[in-house]
């Protein structure tokens, strides 16, 4: 039956070129925009993931500002550390230059007094954006280092870089040892220390060396090196309270020492207070050398008292510059490990944030070349629906034949 009020064939083409059309507008906005979900109603929940995704890429853009920062404070730090380390070798070689009895010490001591004063300008100016590291006044830093993501939320995660002392202020000399070695004899009253054990067997592979004063404050500190090996002990308020402090002192210095596992003995003579025996059992000579510091001096404030310029100060400085050296190398050591993970985090960051990208181009981005093949396809089906709706718009007027 046909009929001059309802025309089925032009409904159906109108339908079929109104979703050609549709179609073909969506393949046009995502070549021109060059994303197939470009907005929430294209793909909602895709849309929201590659939100989230991209907010977590901005993040990370200041995570890697942070690293940045963070790893150039660092290293200032190290720089600084070391540099320190070699003016402290330099200085070493001074010291050891006046252990000999026809010097100039005078003249030593000058060089000695430049190289404290240049190590003193390197620690004031190791700073970077107003942050100094090795100064002591900055206990630790943390370094923004990354966002982790869970179904609980977002946390940040931190690197924690230590702050170390290298300030060679508020340090006062205390005489607070007395030693006796086989190669030395017996020494005064010093607040340092140094001597060589000989291997087992030698005619002075053992040493006493005697805490020499119970005048020590909470927060003082005795710190040992035998061969590479750093031992320190710090003096509690406990202890100072104690009737017998050089005992107890001198009793967590063996416990310190032992604790290293180095192939010495130590005894622990009762009969004199504060008395440590120290044995080389070793098959190589063992460099000792100790150093007292107060509670309120830095790092290297052990540094201020020495001077060469006499033979007495010249034998102490030489058991000072060697705990002085390992302060600043621990330093250095430290720095350096946190430069390292800082740098390795900046990497990983950068890797992920590629990743991240890529990711959310997977899902959102236009393949264009099916969105060139849908468009030609699309182009011919609207031409081709045009011809269609013409045709079946034409329908009804063949029925004017029939009143003819």
Same mark, same amino acid.
């Given at each position: ?18 979703? !050609?059309?549709?179609?073909?507008s969506?393949v046009?906005?995502? !070549?021109?925009?060059?994303k ?7 793909n909602?929940a *895709?849309?929201? +993931?590659?939100?989230?995704?991209e907010?977590?890429? $901005?993040?990370?853009?200041a995570i890697?500002d ?12 190290r720089?600084?550390?070391? @540099?320190i ?6 200085m070493?070689?001074k +010291?050891?230059? =006046?252990?000999?009895?026809n010097?100039?010490r @005078?003249? !030593?001591?000058?060089?000695v @007094?430049?190289l404290?004063e240049? &190590?003193?300008?390197v ?5 970077f954006n ?8 900055? =206990? ?8 982790? %993501?869970?179904?609980?939320g977002?946390?940040?995660?931190n690197i =924690? ?5 290298l ?9 607070a040892?007395?030693t006796g070695a086989?190669? /030395? ?11 060589a054990?000989?291997?087992?067997g030698?005619?002075a592979?053992?040493a ?6 119970t005048?020590? =404050?909470?927060?003082?500190s005795?710190?040992?090196?035998l061969g590479?090996?750093? &031992? ?5 308020a406990?202890?100072?309270a104690?009737?017998?402090t ?9 416990? #310190? ?5 180095l192939d010495?003995t ?13 044995? /080389?059992?070793? #098959?190589t ?10 509670a ?17 100060g010249?034998?102490a400085a ?8 390992? @302060?600043?190398i621990n330093? #250095?050591a430290?720095?350096?490990? #946190?430069?390292?993970r +800082? /740098?390795t ?5 950068s ?8 990711? &959310?181009?997977?899902m ?5 070349e099916e969105?060139?093949? %849908?468009?030609q396809?699309?182009? *011919?089906q ?10 079946a $718009? ?8 029939l009143? %003819?």
């Open positions: 039956m046909s009929s001059i009020l309802t025309n089925n064939s032009a409904m159906v083409a109108l339908q079929t070129l109104k979703g !050609i059309n549709s179609n073909l969506d046009q906005s995502q !070549i021109s925009t060059g197939t979900v470009s907005s929430a109603k294209d909602s *895709v849309w929201a +993931i590659s939100k989230v995704m907010s977590d890429v $901005n993040g990370f853009k890697s942070s690293l940045a920062l963070g790893e150039s404070s660092v290293a200032v730090a720089n600084a550390a070391e @540099t380390t070699d003016l402290l070798t330099d070493k070689t +010291i050891v230059a =006046a252990q000999g009895e010097v100039d @005078t003249k !030593i001591n000058t060089d @007094t430049a404290k240049q &190590i003193a300008s620690v004031s100016a190791a700073q107003g942050l100094n590291l090795v100064d002591g006044t900055t =206990a630790s830093v943390n370094v923004l280092s990354s966002l982790d %993501r869970s179904s609980s977002v946390d940040a995660s =924690a870089v230590t702050g170390q002392n300030s060679t202020g508020g340090y006062t000399a205390k005489a040892f007395v086989a190669t /030395n004899g017996v020494s005064a009253t010093l607040d340092s220390f140094g001597f054990l000989d291997a087992t030698g005619a592979d053992d006493a060396i005697t805490i020499a004063t005048a020590f =404050a909470a927060g003082d005795i710190s040992m090196r590479d090996t750093d &031992i320190s002990y710090t003096i509690t406990e202890d100072v104690s009737t017998t050089r005992d107890v002192v001198a009793l967590g210095l063996k416990t #310190a020492i032992e604790a290293t596992g010495v130590v005894d622990y003579d009762s009969g004199t207070p504060g008395e440590l025996a120290i044995t /080389n059992n070793g #098959a000579s063992l460099a000792v050398s100790g150093q007292f510091m107060n309120n001096a830095g790092g290297l404030g052990a540094l201020t008292a020495i001077d060469v310029s006499s033979s007495s010249a034998t030489l058991g000072s510059i060697e705990t002085l050296i390992g @302060t600043a330093a #250095a430290s720095f350096g490990s #946190a430069e390292g +800082i /740098n985090q900046a990497d990983f960051i890797s992920l944030t590629d990743s991240l990208k890529s990711g &959310i181009g997977a959102v981005d236009t393949d264009m969105a060139s093949a %849908r468009l396809a699309l182009q *011919v609207q031409q081709l629906g045009v011809q269609s709706l013409s045709i $718009n034409q329908a009804p007027q063949a029925l004017l034949s009143f %003819r």
